[in-house]
């Protein structure tokens, strides 16, 4: 056989080469409150993600909404009027957000993926397929972003093979917070101010110690130096003000006073209307 008549075997992979995905706390919180509110013979969640394509190609996907779906093992069926009508009633509010893929709760991708990946292919290139563990196994939440690329042989394709890309979480603060206490089975109450703060700095001297230990490490010629983490931790220090640590605490204690404060008059406020409500009550009784 002449080596020109030789039949490849290939990915199409083109399109899919530098995709990445940024999600925002949102979503995940969304998918899992769905999760909670499934039909009771529901096994998981499926649904659709909003979002846009930034200029540097990110998918960012900030919003999303359940759709009503029936599985088997042999074939599975979307509510493509419910979704429609969503996705009309999403764009209402704001339509900038536009369909970028779909998503489903479990452990990666299972056989029925490939018949839904392909519906919203015919409704939006390239589309994301966002998997979230929701069972929260060994404390951690498992979110991985796929897309779709295609297998051929020749000039025939073959299948769909589903590709892992890089996946972008960022939270502040308070979503961080509310993210670890999600992954947590069970839990006796939510943390206060006061609480999330102290696991707040308890976070921040973690990540201190970790920089001092990488700084030795790389003076002391254990490690190899990066420039780009040397440049990052210098840029770090440097928006750091300067302040003397009387300053510091006294800023630290004023905006502790101002924090109970807040809490002390929520208080009172909570109490004059629980009061005000008993009253109303009683006066119509009588």
């Not at 969640?45 to 029936?70: C, E, K, M, Q």
């Not at 042999?74 to 779909?102: C, F, R, T």
């Not at 130096?225 to 040397?230: R, T, Y």
Request: net charge negative; aromatic share 6%; hydrophobic share 40%.
């Amino acid at each position: 056989m002449a080596a020109g008549d030789h039949t490849v075997l290939q990915l199409s992979t083109p399109s899919t080469a530098n995709l990445s995905a940024k999600v925002h706390p949102l979503v995940i919180f969304n998918i899992c409150d769905c999760y909670v509110r499934r039909p009771d013979q529901a096994e998981r969640v499926i649904g659709t993600l909003l979002g846009s394509v930034l200029p540097d190609g990110t998918v960012d996907i900030r919003n999303s909404y359940a759709v009503p779906h029936t599985e088997s093992a042999e074939q599975v069926a979307l509510d493509i009027e419910y979704h429609h009508n969503m996705l009309v009633s999403h764009q209402k509010v704001n339509p900038k957000e536009v369909i970028v893929g779909w998503y489903s709760t479990g452990l990666g991708v299972t056989g029925g993926s490939a018949l839904i990946h392909d519906f919203y292919s015919r409704e939006v290139p390239n589309p994301v397929h966002l998997t979230v563990d929701t069972g929260f196994r060994n404390g951690e939440g498992t979110i991985k972003a796929y897309v779709s690329v295609n297998l051929a042989l020749g000039d025939r394709q073959l299948a769909a093979q589903f590709q892992e890309i890089p996946l972008d979480l960022r939270m502040v603060e308070a979503e961080r917070l509310g993210f670890d206490i999600l992954k947590t089975t069970a839990v006796d109450k939510l943390p206060n101010d006061l609480e999330g703060m102290e696991v707040t700095m308890q976070r921040l001297l973690a990540l201190i110690d970790d920089v001092y230990k990488y700084v030795d490490d790389v003076v002391e010629g254990r490690v190899a130096a990066d420039n780009s983490i040397g440049r990052f931790i210098s840029d770090t220090v440097a928006s750091l003000p300067k302040l003397s640590p009387s300053v510091f605490d006294k800023l630290v204690n004023d905006s502790l006073q101002d924090q109970l404060l807040l809490l002390y008059l929520s208080s009172i406020t909570r109490t004059q209307l629980g009061l005000a409500e008993k009253l109303n009550t009683a006066a119509q009784i009588l």
